[in-house]
């Protein structure tokens, strides 16, 4: 799907990546999330995902390189990771299908799911045992949901946080979970046939917006309660993806 963006939808694509960035710059995650339940409100969830791919790649990449143990993560996380490439790239095809009011659905879903889950699921410790089981298959089902929707986050954020790693790590396998989302998501839609050229470069122009977000969302960090943030950050997604699952319904 080829992009070409108005003036007053490229202003509405920089605020959206800035607030983006804000949110993952005070949460450590949620640029994807947020551009996709903000701008797939406005356009077909495909032409979101073709936008959100270089902003999420830098900014993901960024996270994941500056944490201190990448390789003894990758190491552990692989199967997860490998099961995510697998599950995006099956996924995609209905995400590159052309059926916006089917994937609109879909991304609501995801969006209420990812905001209530988290709202109202205490955290939970992972028995270590179940892990080489339960890896692969949160990655299997986190792939399908990210080709589904283009959005990355569930089941793969409980489930790292449920492995008891500490707070380094676990923003470091955050972004590493994100990053190999996102290049699988590229390749899934550039396998369909769904990337164009128009796309790569209006997802391009979202970096710099993306980049200032998350410079801004750390200064906020230090100044607002990350709690009540995160809770009226998943409040405004559970209303949006309530919004979103309902189209074609009413």
């Known amino acids: 799907m080829d992009l070409s963006l108005s003036l007053p939808l490229l202003a509405i694509v920089g605020a959206t990546f800035f607030l983006a960035g804000i949110v993952k710059g005070v949460t450590g995650m949620g640029?994807?999330?947020?551009?996709?339940?903000?701008?797939?409100?406005?356009?077909?969830?495909?032409a979101a995902a073709g936008l959100l791919l270089a902003p999420s790649l830098v900014t993901n990449l960024w996270q994941l390189l500056a944490g201190p143990r990448l390789g003894t993560l990758a190491r552990r996380l692989w199967p997860m990771m490998a099961a995510i490439t697998l599950g995006t790239l099956a996924g995609s095809a209905l995400l590159a299908g052309g059926e916006p009011a089917l994937t609109?659905?879909?991304?609501?879903?995801?969006?209420?799911?990812?905001?209530?889950?988290t709202l109202i699921v205490r955290p939970f410790r992972l028995p270590e045992a179940w892990e080489p089981v339960a890896s692969p298959v949160v990655g299997l089902t986190t792939g399908i949901v990210t080709g589904a929707t283009g959005v990355f986050v569930m089941p793969a954020v409980p489930y790292l946080q449920s492995l008891g790693l500490g707070r380094d790590d676990l923003v470091q396998a955050l972004g590493l979970s994100f990053t190999v989302s996102t290049l699988a998501l590229a390749l899934g839609l550039a396998w369909h046939g769904s990337l164009a050229g128009g796309n790569w470069s209006a997802s391009l122009l979202a970096i710099m917006p993306a980049l200032?977000?998350?410079?801004a969302g750390q200064r906020i960090r230090a100044r607002v309660s990350l709690i009540a943030f995160r809770r009226a950050f998943l409040l405004g997604l559970l209303l949006l993806g309530l919004d979103m699952a309902s189209r074609g319904l009413r």
Do not use: K
């Open 212 to 215: 200032l977000g998350m410079a």
């Open 31 to 46: 640029l994807p999330t947020v551009a996709m339940g903000i701008l797939g409100a406005l356009l077909s969830p495909l």
């Open 104 to 117: 609109t659905r879909a991304l609501g879903i995801a969006l209420v799911l990812y905001a209530a889950v």
